[in-house]
T-cell receptor
């Protein structure tokens, strides 16, 4: 199957700092990538849809100025959590949409904001 | 917008027994329904999917059924094994675009 990587796998930062998470499709091109957030023992909540070469589409309730998304190429999307606070601590997972429409997920990034 | 409900939230079965997880969706325009398996701390893995032009699909011990009229679909796992223990998520989407996930089912297979 298609491979999606995510970096870093874990990050701990101080409150007020910004954190950048990268999502890469390693063996296929993805015009569309998705960013999800998952709290412990809960489902995946879609945050935004990242489209290569255009602005991301955010779900209702997700602050676009706080969660900056850049999809600069067909294999890379980045999520930047700006001015992170403890309530932003979560498991962030990206997925990349393959040509057949299936989504393949990255391994996730566990963010802890102190 | 689409809303996906999933039941049960937890399910324990004896090894060798079958497990069934059910999902309902609200948007009749949804036409693609994947199922993902997620082990603790790991990424969700696609295990099977079904499109709305098909009523049933099977892959070895795993099968999915779809009832478009009732707007529900189910995952069936037969001859369960301990390694089937994980959290399973259903999802619904229109045109394989944006997925709306169910709340998840934690399956425990008891040896």
């Amino acid at each position: 199957g298609a491979v999606v990587s995510q970096h870093p796998s874990r990050v701990i930062c101080k409150s007020g700092t910004s954190v950048k998470i990268e999502c890469r499709s390693l063996d296929f091109q993805a015009t569309t990538m998705f960013w999800y957030r998952q709290f412990p023992k809960q489902s995946l909540m879609l945050m935004a849809t990242s489209n290569e070469g255009s602005k991301a589409t955010y779900e209702q309730g997700v602050e676009k100025d706080k969660f900056l998304i850049n999809h600069a190429s067909l294999t890379l999307s980045t999520l930047t959590v700006t001015s992170a606070h403890p309530e932003d601590s979560s498991f962030y997972i990206c997925s990349a949409r393959a040509a057949g429409g299936e989504q393949f997920f990255g391994p996730g990034t566990r963010l802890t904001v102190l | 917008g689409e809303n996906v409900e999933q039941h049960p939230s937890t399910l324990s079965v004896q090894e060798g027994d079958s497990a069934v997880i059910k999902c309902t969706y609200s948007d009749s325009a949804s036409n693609y329904f994947p199922w993902y398996k997620q082990e603790l701390g790991k990424r969700p893995q696609l295990i099977i999917d079904i499109r709305s032009n098909v009523g049933e699909k099977k892959d070895q011990r795993i099968a999915v059924t779809l009832n478009k009229t009732a707007k529900h679909f189910s995952l069936h796992i037969t001859e369960t094994q301990p390694e089937d223990s994980a959290v399973y998520f259903c999802a619904a989407s229109k045109g394989t675009y944006k997925y709306i996930f169910g709340t998840g089912t934690r399956l425990k297979v008891l040896a």
